[in-house]
C-alpha cells in the first residue's frame, strides 16, 4: 500500500517561504517521477511542480518558475517543494503525487498519469 503524506504546510505572510515535505512509503521511490499539485477554494486542480525519478529533470508551472523549487531525496523517500517570494494567489491546499513508472514525457504536468496522490496540506498566503 503506497502512502504519501505531506507536511509544512501553514499559514504565512505575503512575500514569505514555506517548505513542503511529502514523505512516500513505496518500495522502489528512486524510480518514481514525483510532483506537486494544487487546488485553491472554487478552483480545479493545477500542476504547480514534476521532478524525474533521479531528480535530474523538473518542471514548473509559468505561475511559479523562479519562485518554487522541487528536490527529492531518495534516501529518505522524501520530496520537497520550497516556495519563496509567496502571493497570497499561491493560497491553496498543496498535494504531491506519485507517478509508478519513471518515463519523463510532456505529461507531466497531467494528473492523469499520476497514480497515488497524498491528503493534502493548506498553504494560505496573507496579503
Known amino acids: 500500500q503506497v502512502q504519501l503524506v505531506e507536511s509544512g504546510g501553514g499559514l504565512v505572510q505575503a512575500g514569505g517561504s514555506l517548505r513542503l515535505s511529502c514523505a512516500a512509503s513505496?518500495?522502489?521511490?528512486?524510480?518514481?517521477?514525483m510532483a506537486w499539485f494544487r487546488q485553491a477554494p472554487g478552483k480545479e486542480r493545477e500542476f504547480v511542480a514534476a521532478?524525474?525519478?533521479?531528480?535530474?529533470?523538473?518542471n514548473y508551472a509559468d505561475s511559479v518558475k523562479g519562485r518554487f523549487f522541487i528536490s527529492r531525496d531518495n534516501a529518505r523517500n522524501t520530496v520537497y517543494l520550497q516556495m519563496n517570494t509567496l502571493k497570497p494567489e499561491d493560497t491553496a491546499v498543496y498535494f504531491c503525487?506519485?507517478?509508478?513508472?519513471?518515463?519523463?514525457?510532456?505529461?507531466?504536468?497531467?494528473?492523469?498519469?499520476?497514480?497515488?496522490w497524498g491528503q493534502g496540506t493548506q498553504v494560505t498566503v496573507a496579503s
Open positions: 521532478i524525474s525519478s533521479g531528480g535530474s529533470r523538473t
Open positions: 503525487a506519485l507517478d509508478q513508472t519513471s518515463l519523463w514525457r510532456s505529461s507531466v504536468a497531467s494528473q492523469q498519469r499520476y497514480d497515488y
Open positions: 513505496v518500495r522502489a521511490f528512486s524510480t518514481n517521477v
